[in-house]
Nanobody
Framework: QVQLVESGGGLVQPGGSLRLSCAASESIDGFRNMGWSRQAPGNQRESVATITNSGGTDYADSVKGRFTITRDNAANTVYLHMNSLKPEDTDVYYC?????????WGQGIQVTVSS
């Protein structure tokens, strides 16, 4: 069973930065893509950023120019670099990994943007 463990969340002031990490229990080379989604209570989970196994990236319009997703294959880790954070970025962030017929999720980590 694949395990995805997120870290790096917390409380940050508006305009600040955070880096989320997602460590996989096995090689991430085997996933078609990996990414980050977020969800607030009562809302649907939305995709924030995706990176393919060839390095292609895609972002939600709400985070373009502020968030960057990267991957370190040697460390089996995907990162989400978040800059210029806004209060509306406050959510639980989930790491995900996709194979052809299956999707895996981390347990989620809280990001709170508040002064």
């Amino acid at each position: 069973q694949v395990q995805l463990v997120e870290s790096g969340g917390g409380l940050v002031q508006p305009g600040g930065s955070l880096r989320l990490s997602c460590a996989a229990s096995e090689s991430i080379d085997g996933f078609r893509n990996m990414g980050w989604s977020r969800q607030a209570p009562g809302n649907q989970r939305e995709s924030v950023a995706t990176i393919t196994n060839s390095g292609g990236t895609d972002y939600a319009d709400s985070v373009k120019g502020r968030f960057t997703i990267t991957r370190d294959n040697a460390a089996n880790t995907v990162y989400l670099h978040m800059n210029s954070l806004k209060p509306e970025d406050t959510d639980v962030y989930y790491c995900r990994a996709n194979r052809l017929f299956r999707q895996y999720w981390g347990q989620g980590i809280q990001v709170t943007v508040s002064s």
